[in-house]
């Protein structure tokens, strides 16, 4: 369940102004039952400044009047209006200049430990262009010598997920062509076949 923003605060702001019970209060902050006791005492959050979850939209004053006339029922956050935070759209990726010198490292380990992955694929996941993976993969990179391969996700330049989802989708991909090409060898063999009993 989701909690309120600043529990205690909202927990000493519900002490202070609602006739719910301590139940009540504790299930909704998501604290113990005893904290919300102390509080009522005076023992916790002295001089603290109870946050008003009318005011910020976490609850409703119907709601609040619901769980007041009933100390069965359990208070619920209301529906944020707030505009949720969009993914980060697909495209190039910005690579800080302290890890641009890892790139060609993270390509040649790519290139090497996952050749069913294409150069486009590479590109996109690691922020790079089809004329340097190409460059690294012919050893006719400018740096070749001293190009080690290792995990572009130990580098930093990419992140686990994204790596395997590639990884997938190419390994399905390369299944998927292999099947077409033994299609399309079991044909030709067929038509030889066919025309050499003629």
Known sequence: MALPLMPKATAVWLVENTALSFIQIADFCGLHELEIQAIADGDVGMGMQGLDPLANGQL???????????????????????PMPKA???????TPVSKRQD?????????????????????KLLGTTKPTIKAIDDKTH???????????????????????????????????????????????QESTEASSKE
């Open 142 to 188: 400018w740096n070749s010598t001293n190009i080690t391969p290792r995990n572009p996700v130990t580098l930093g330049l990419c992140t686990e997920a994204d790596l395997e989802k590639l990884v997938i989708i190419a390994r399905a991909r390369a299944a998927k062509l292999g099947k077409a090409e033994e299609k399309a060898e079991s044909k030709v």
């Open 60 to 82: 409703t004053q119907a709601e609040l009047d619901r769980c007041a006339a009933d100390p069965a029922s359990r208070l619920k956050l209301a529906k944020s209006t707030n």
């Open 88 to 94: 980060r759209g697909k495209g190039a990726r910005y």
């Open 103 to 123: 790139r060609p490292d993270g390509i040649a380990w790519l290139l090497k430990n996952h050749p069913e992955l294409q150069p486009v694929q590479i590109a």
